[in-house]
């Protein structure tokens, strides 16, 4: 058994190196472990190494051999990695750690600590332009990401 381990060990090692050198740009993103999204393992490893934006990360798994593009890396590693987090908001309310990104659609918005944008585009949202509320992807309008749905609610209404 502990042989087994070791060789996990070491390929895990092997495939973490892979992954030295991208600009994650993000504390959480470059916390977080990224596990595979078919088959949950961690052996992944990033297919081109010569690139340093993390747009350009995409991996492929050595346990199962699927396909990861950089997007569904970084919002595969932050659900793992917000799993408790987003769970605990569910169940007694509160802010979801990662949010869908009103910019580009993809679940990649992180507020979290010092943390307020997306991780794939780096939209950061700021505050409602009409009553200063600060925005996440939860109170943001539908129709403008520089306003919170209730002011845009009101404005319409107003027109
Ligand atoms: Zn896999
Ligand atoms: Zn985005
Ligand atoms: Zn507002």
Request: net charge negative.
């Amino acid at each position: 058994m502990l042989e087994v381990k070791a060789v996990y060990d070491s390929e895990l090692e092997q495939c973490t190196q892979t992954f030295d050198g991208v600009e994650w740009k993000s504390a959480a993103l470059s916390e977080a472990a990224r596990p595979c999204n078919k088959c949950g393992s961690h052996l992944i490893y990033r297919l081109d190494q010569t690139r340093k934006g993390s747009g350009f990360a995409d991996a492929e798994c050595r346990q199962c051999g699927a396909r990861i593009d950089a997007i569904t890396l970084m919002e595969t590693a932050l659900e793992a990695h917000f799993e408790f987090e987003s769970h605990s908001a569910v169940k007694e309310g509160g802010q979801d750690p990662v949010g869908l990104c009103p910019e580009c659609g993809t679940k990649t918005y992180v507020t979290w600590q010092d943390e307020n944008q997306c991780v794939n585009c780096f939209m950061e949202l700021e505050a409602c332009v009409r009553c200063g509320e600060s925005l996440t992807p939860d109170n943001v309008s539908d129709e403008s990401s520089e306003l919170c749905s209730y002011c845009s609610y009101k404005m319409s209404k107003d027109d």
